[in-house]
């Protein structure tokens, strides 16, 4: 097997992201064969070394991957201090599954859930340019001038940003609005329609990518196939 730093590792073995992992090692937490580790960068063999965190033999988990339609009343991450329901308790696993990207409380839709932190940098990096599509209703009829500005682009935190596309599904039905981008910012859809003083009263994602919940009831949960994972690992 080819040697990979141990950063990597760790964050493999669902024991922390990256960034975690690298804390752990300078704690001096972290052991190869029996010797702790404190430098950064160190590279393993996960065949042939004895890798432990705080005494336990660590191993590598096998990658899951799920495509969740998310219900409303959920948070997108692992725990909540408020108590409130995970997406993550939705899915029936045993491995440290995280949810790659963000929906709101009440926004229901597409929602990749894996424990694959390579397959999420992927599927989320803004270079790899992954369309997502959203349906929203908003609180009165979206105007065409606006629908043009959008179109062509707006500032949003001072830098520039805009919808690839705009669609009624409804006809003469402007409240009703599918909308095509590539940009994954925080409450993105909702702020961009924002801008012209409209409320987004409801929001789904149709979809990430190639990634579809069409013949997803809400709540409920498929695991992607094999073609699907190495289409999204290929993208560069």
Excluded: W
């Excluded at 937490?29 to 430098?39: A, H």
Aim: proline fraction near 4%; glycine fraction near 8%; aromatic fraction near 10%.
């Amino acid at each position: 097997m080819t040697p990979i730093r141990l950063n990597k590792f760790l964050s493999e073995c669902g024991a922390a992201s990256r960034r975690k992992s690298d804390e752990l090692i300078l704690q001096g937490r972290v052991s190869v064969n029996g010797k702790v580790v404190v430098e950064l960068g160190r590279k393993i063999d996960p065949a042939k070394d004895s890798i432990l965190l705080d005494g336990e033999i660590i191993k590598p988990e096998k990658k899951v991957y799920f495509l969740l339609n998310k219900p409303k009343g959920y948070v997108t991450t692992t725990e909540d201090e408020k108590g409130r329901k995970t997406v993550v308790s939705l899915i029936k696993s045993n491995a440290k599954i995280f949810p790659v990207g963000r929906l709101d409380y009440n926004t229901t839709g597409a929602l990749v859930i894996t424990n694959d932190g390579d397959f999420a940098n992927k599927l989320i990096h803004p270079r790899n340019k992954f369309q997502r599509v959203y349906l929203a209703l908003l609180d009165k009829p979206l105007e065409f001038g606006h629908k043009e500005k959008l179109l062509k682009g707006v500032f949003l935190e001072g830098k520039k940003s805009k919808f690839i596309r705009v669609e009624f599904p409804k006809r003469k039905d402007f409240k009703n609005v599918r909308v095509f981008t590539t940009e994954g910012k925080y409450h993105f859809v909702k702020r961009m329609f924002g801008l012209f003083k409209y409320n987004v009263k409801r929001l789904h994602r149709e979809s990430i990518g190639f990634l579809s919940v069409a013949d997803l009831p809400v709540g409920s949960y498929r695991k992607l196939t094999m073609q699907e994972v190495k289409k999204v690992l290929k993208t560069n």
